[in-house]
T-cell receptor, first 115, second 114 residues
Framework: IAGITQAPTSQILAAGRRMTLRCTQDMRHNAMYWYRQDLGLGLRLIHY???????GKGEVPDGYSVSRANTDDFPLTLASAVPSQTSVYFCASSALGGGAGNEQFFGPGTRLTVL | AQSVAQPEDQVNVAEGNPLTVKCTYSVSGNPYLFWYVQYPNRGLQFLLK??????LVKGSYGFEAEFNKSQTSFHLKKPSALVSDSALYFC????????????FGTGTLLAVQP
């Protein structure tokens, strides 16, 4: 079934540790996104990529980095995790073009707890 | 800057009654507006979008939304609520430029009582 997969499903991490959240899509979408969801704040964009080889900063990029080596994969790395990065992380993808009004498709999320 | 507001944290409605989940927007230029639904412990699912054209947009699961330019609103509606509609609903607006970046509202929890 076409869609987006994320790994791990959940993770408990000690502060200061490095962590990479994985995201893979099989829809051949140009664009991919990382959001964090926090209670009362909705979803906030961390980083995005419009096409393989390019990335951009979203609303809350500090403490996170991304790479886009190919179309399908878009990993999110926390270089040195802090407790404020405890959140649920969602990866999404969309086609581009057609007036850029294409909807985004979301993965199932990764629940991250930083202690 | 583009933004959306969902003024209600929670909406309660009895099964079979009509439901409305409110969303207002602020954009420069023409708005591209979206509604998503999130069931517990799941990712967001696309419901419907307004890009241009007819102000009444029909989407998945019997939902529809009315675009009102004068009131800068894009309220989500359903004529007859189901218990299974209980979920978290997000309104979103495209962030402009040549990308599909979305700005999300804070979400409205819809609770449908049997």
């Amino acid at each position: 079934i076409a869609g987006i997969t994320q790994a791990p499903t959940s993770q408990i991490l000690a502060a200061g540790r490095r962590m990479t959240l994985r995201c893979t899509q099989d829809m051949r979408h140009n664009a991919m996104y990382w959001y964090r969801q926090d209670l009362g704040l909705g979803l906030r964009l961390i980083h995005y990529s419009n096409t393989a080889g390019t990335t951009g900063k979203g609303e809350v990029p500090d403490g996170y980095s991304v790479s886009r080596a190919n179309t399908d994969d878009f990993p999110l790395t926390l270089a040195s995790a802090v407790p404020s990065q405890t959140s649920v992380y969602f990866c999404a993808s969309s086609a581009l073009g057609g007036g850029a009004g294409n909807e985004q498709f979301f993965g199932p999320g990764t629940r991250l707890t930083v202690l | 800057a583009q933004s959306v507001a969902q003024p209600e944290d929670q909406v309660n409605v009895a099964e079979g009654n009509p439901l409305t989940v409110k969303c207002t927007y602020s954009v420069s230029g023409n708005p591209y507006l979206f509604w998503y639904v999130q069931y517990p412990n799941r990712g967001l699912q696309f419901l419907l979008k307004y890009i241009t054209g007819d102000n009444l947009v029909k989407g998945s699961y019997g939902f529809e939304a009315e675009f009102n330019k004068s009131q800068t609103s894009f309220h989500l509606k359903k004529p007859s609520a189901l218990v299974s509609d209980s979920a978290l609903y997000f309104c979103a607006v495209r962030d402009g430029g040549a990308t599909n970046k979305l700005i999300f509202g804070t979400g409205t929890l819809l609770a449908v009582q049997p």
